[in-house]
């Protein structure tokens, strides 16, 4: 009963996506091929809540849902391993047509065959898991 609220807040964020046409196909390949301002616009104001979001986080000490402080671990210089590593999520969001969380509502839309993004993201995750320690950070 604990994780209602959390169920809730992902339904929510669910409609907002939905209603703002961010989970659509056709919006992401406007956005790629740099045809319409729309994604930019999102992404841009995502970007920007965040930044204010962790800012007040931070400056009023804010503690998580388990009653603690949220932690910021210092930022590692890795300039390399983000780029490649934004590159291999540029090309799932490309091959797919959709980021990570677009793809649960698709697939609550009722295009099943996001179950095969899904399973394949689950299963890259976990394979990330298995080799971490064994690749360079």
């Known amino acids: 009963m604990k994780l209602i609220k959390f169920f809730f807040l992902g339904l929510l964020f669910g409609v907002v996506l939905s209603k703002a046409e961010i989970i659509s196909w056709?919006?992401?390949?406007?956005?790629?091929?740099?045809?319409?301002?729309?994604?930019?616009?999102?992404?841009?104001?995502?970007?920007?809540?965040?930044?204010?979001?962790?800012?007040?986080?931070?400056?009023n000490r804010i503690i998580n849902v388990e009653g603690n402080l949220f932690g910021f671990p210092d930022k590692e210089s890795g300039f390399y391993r983000y780029i490649i590593g934004g590159s291999i999520f540029g090309m799932g969001w490309a091959l797919t047509g959709s980021c990570p969380g677009p793809m649960y509502i698709l697939f609550g839309y009722g295009y099943f065959s996001f179950g095969v993004v899904i399973l394949s993201a689950l299963l890259g995750t976990f394979t990330y898991g298995l080799i971490k320690k064994h690749l360079p950070h």
Request: aromatic share 14%.
């Open 26 to 59: 056709y919006r992401i390949q406007e956005m790629f091929r740099f045809h319409a301002f729309h994604m930019y616009g999102v992404i841009g104001s995502a970007v920007i809540l965040g930044i204010i979001s962790l800012q007040i986080i931070k400056r």
